[in-house]
Nanobody, 132 residues
């Protein structure tokens, strides 16, 4: 069982930056690939990006590529989402999620496949609002 708690959301003007954090409970954090998702009002949840177990590989949705950066600190059981040059369209509730656990099979998958795969554990979300 993994429990995830996001923080760092808030209100920011367009062009500004925010860094979201997601802290995981338990000692197995490093064995999970981690993903960030968002859901805007009236829209489906969408993937923002993902990071591999060791942090060496990342994937980003086209809508955030070049503006958002995902990183992780396994010693702190934390994954981060740094969001730069925010736009009003980035307004959403942001969620972190624990995805593919490391295994001999999952270690052969590319990060995009992992990013679009199954996620077993989800945080409660944090609101990000970007004003124009």
């Amino acid at each position: 069982q993994v429990q995830l708690v996001e923080s760092g959301g808030g209100l920011v003007q367009a062009g500004g930056s925010l860094r979201l954090s997601c802290v995981a409970s338990g000692r197995t954090f490093s064995t999970y690939a981690m993903g960030w998702f968002r859901q805007a009002p009236g829209k489906d949840r969408e993937s923002v990006g993902a990071i591999s177990w060791h942090g060496a590989n990342t994937y980003y949705a086209d809508s955030v590529k070049g503006r958002f950066t995902i990183s992780r600190d396994n010693a702190k059981n934390t994954v981060y989402l740094l969001m730069n040059n925010l736009k009003p369209d980035d307004t959403a509730v942001y969620y972190c999620a624990a995805g593919a656990p490391f295994s001999p099979w999952t270690s052969t998958l590319d990060i995009e496949t992992i990013a679009k795969g199954k996620y077993d554990y989800w945080g409660q979300g944090t609101q990000v609002t970007v004003s124009s």
